[in-house]
């Protein structure tokens, strides 16, 4: 097999986190008399971090970095998630494992919400590196973590498959010299990923398998 080692994207690719960020960060900005905004305009602002999507939704400047830490506050202390696993993933991740893919998350949610998130989640996988932003600090498209997360893993660039949903995953592959597979189920459109330079795509997670453990592109 070409690919040893696989890096995930979580919300879009894993997860559908929409309805959760949805609410805590409606919940947010109306602390400061912002108006509610749609399930559409947050998901068409995720991907870059919780400051991008703040700015996208017009959020102005000098609140941008309070509501940033609140946002992740309230993340981190969620109590009722009514985020769930995209149909397919669990046997996905489990073929994986099964077939000794070593795996490992690397997502733009800041380190607390992800961990709460793999523990609700993701509970039957085993990862080896799980790996957040921090305020400020998004973890991609900057190949800064990425590269710290292979040597983690012991992993040389060409035989890693990055796979996620946003434009971030498709630029932050290309920073570090791995191959991206985005998928196609997630918070991105296909004419929006190949816009960003992607070229590999899979429709179902079954797809995501095809590729790791046969080689079909």
Not at 164 to 170: C, M, S, T
Request: some cysteine; glycine content about 10%; hydrophobic content about 40%.
């Amino acid at each position: 097999m070409k690919y040893g080692t696989v890096i995930f994207d979580l919300d879009g690719t894993l997860i559908n986190t929409i309805p959760d960020i949805a609410s805590i960060v409606n919940s947010v900005i109306a602390d400061i008399g912002m108006a509610e905004k749609t399930e559409s305009q947050i998901r068409a602002g995720v991907g870059f971090g919780i400051e991008h999507l703040l700015r996208a939704l017009g959020v102005p400047e000098q609140w941008n970095s309070p509501l940033a830490m609140e946002v992740e506050g309230r993340y981190a202390r969620l109590k009722e998630s009514k985020a769930f696993l995209y149909p397919g993933v669990h046997g996905m991740i489990t073929e994986l494992a099964g077939a000794g893919i070593k795996m490992g998350i690397l997502s733009n949610k800041p380190q607390r919400g992800l961990e709460m998130s793999v523990s609700d989640h993701l509970s039957f996988a085993n990862f080896s590196s799980i790996r957040g932003s921090e305020i400020g600090r998004p973890a991609k498209p900057s190949p800064e973590i990425l590269l710290r997360m292979l040597e983690e893993v012991e992993a040389a660039p060409e035989s890693v498959l990055m796979v996620g949903d946003g434009e971030p995953d498709v630029l932050v592959s290309k920073a570090v010299g791995v191959d991206c597979l985005s998928v196609l189920w997630g918070f991105r459109t296909r004419k929006e990923l190949e816009d960003s330079g992607a070229c590999l795509f899979a429709d179902t997670p079954g797809d995501v398998v095809s590729v790791i453990l046969k080689g079909e592109q």
